[in-house]
């Protein structure tokens, strides 16, 4: 029998607890309240990370001068070391940043591109029909640390020498594993210990380090001290780029040093919706993040308050929303240097922000609405006609009311298993996303940015910023950020209540990447323990086909400014090792 740790048990044991509406000051245990915890509240800054040493790190770094950014990079930092499991220096990363000073939201898009030697032809003339999920086939260049200089650069106050110390220090002298972590990184060995590197330095002994253990990666120590000391340029064009090249070349791959030299990330503009008085934001394609808003556009059409939250009206309708917004995402998401093609006089950019315009529209999704059966579950959904894995979460904000959004991953769990020798980090595995089809708007193509997963997100109110908010865990992100608003402002809740609240998690859904199977038997519908098992009954007779799942459910992070009284509030949910915390 699988055996979870006690951290993913604690969801399975709300049962009663999650079943009835939140309600304030109600007995945690016995009672009727969603939270697992009081929200966190403080008046200068806050962090909420999935990992307390990476929260306590980012309050130190602020407490010492640093801005948000510098905080959350330190922290970033400190979960590649602390939880190898989810992210790190060989994966991509994506940030929305709140800027006091000009008052508005920064988007920047840090994913890499495929190596620029690789073909799809390659891969067809090879008889691939998808890509691997491990080794050198997948990999792409990792953006992570091009992200970090880049927002560093336009908002950082410390040294980036200093902002990355704490996680050399740990790297160094050691930190002890955590149980959540411990139960995912030994999963991951027995997968990826044939790939050369990955023992060698990330096991002991041919083991995964177990809870409580302390742990030490002298290499990554080095890595992060020569990254810190020399700047952006010397993971990029230096010595650390030509032994990944070296590395690559050696062993089966195509990543190089000159894909390495040839990276950059981009500064975007986020794009929003409003749902019922509230704006939200994500970031643009190739990721996944307008499927959130999407969803919200087409729930905004029902009165959700005459609809209790876990009901099987809820349910249903949120079910059918995203089955709607997935298929659009399976057909029309894709890199906007690559797809859509443009029309005429239209330049390639012009071409992606008109899709995207209209995907978040009002009227498009009013479309759409119209093909949701209130009493049906869809088995098949046709996309609009136009003209999974492991990820970290975190927030930060600071004193100067600078709030960050950041989500980083190496996607599939631990990532490729390639791991360069002596550099102390594991390279993504984010290029089976690429679709091995011509034609497709995710085909592989040299040079291109795959279909992205992780996406960071963030409120608004009457142009002030509320929420800094992210929810990490696959095809679960967007149907989580539409969660998370919907209990917020449908049903009342505060924002632990928000996180800790059951989710429902739909599956099945016509896939952007890989083979991009379609949907024909309506997806799997799985529901958090919490939901009343009458709510269960109606929707199978609705024709939803549900089934248990142990935690797919994804990790919650958020940071609310409440400007009427001048603090912060966060929350850190149970179903990760996290913490909020503040000053």
Known sequence: MKVLPTSLLLTAALGAVLAAPASHGADRITGPSFAMRSEVIAPEAMAATSHPLATQIALDVMRRGGSAVDAAIAANAALGLMEPTGNGIGGDFFAIVWDPKTAKLHGYNGSGRSPKSLSLEWFQDKGYTDIPPHGPLPVTVPGAVDGWFALHGRFGKLPMAEVLKPTVDYARNGHPIHETIAYYWNRSVPVLSKWPGFKEQFTVDGRAPRKNEMWRNPNLANTLETIGREGRDAFYKGDIARTIGDYFKANGGFLSYEDMAAHTGEWVEPVSTNYRGVDVWEIPPNGQGIAALQILNIL????????????????????????????????????????PAPARGQTQAQAAAALTARLISEDYAAERRKLINPDRAARAVDAGALQQGDTIYLTTADKDG?????????????????????????????????????????????????????????ATKDGKPWISFGLMGGAMQPQGHAQIIMNLVDFGMNLQEAGDAPRIQHDGST??????????????????????????RALMRKGHAIEFADGPYGGYQAIMRDHANGVYVGASESRKDGQAAGY
């Open 300 to 339: 905004e059409g029902y009165d959700f308050s005459k609809i209790a939250f876990g009901s099987a009206e809820h349910i249903h309708l949120f079910t059918e929303a995203k089955k709607l917004a997935f298929a659009d995402r399976a057909r029309w998401y894709a890199d906007p240097a690559f797809f």
């Open 402 to 458: 600078m709030m960050v959004s950041l989500i980083q991953s190496n996607y599939r769990g631990m990532g490729s298993g390639m791991a360069p020798p002596g550099l102390g980090f594991i390279f993504q595995d984010r290029g089976e996303q690429f679709v091995l089809k011509a034609g497709h708007p995710n085909s592989f193509a040299p040079g291109k940015r795959p279909f992205h997963t992780i996406i960071p997100a963030f």
């Open 511 to 536: 896939d952007p990447a890989g083979q991009a199977v379609e949907m024909t038997d309506g997806g799997v519908l799985n529901l958090e323990t919490g939901f009343d098992y009458e709510v269960i």
